[in-house]
């Protein structure tokens, strides 16, 4: 699981995507109005998704 923010300055979505071309099994999420942080909403909730469904899995 990929969880990107679309305005991460820190790590750009540019590298995200590279990274899930060559990880091409990897959900690829770009939360919009998100930066970097996991304390914002849209990142913590994509987060939440992906961490419920490896435990139910």
Do not use: K, N
């Amino acid at each position: 699981m990929i969880v990107q923010g679309r305005y991460d300055m820190a790590t750009p979505v540019a590298t995200a995507w590279d990274l899930h071309q060559a990880w091409p099994e990897a959900d690829f999420v770009i939360v919009e109005g998100a930066g970097h942080a996991v304390s914002e909403p849209g990142i913590l909730h994509a987060l939440i998704e992906a961490t419920d469904r490896f435990a139910s899995s």
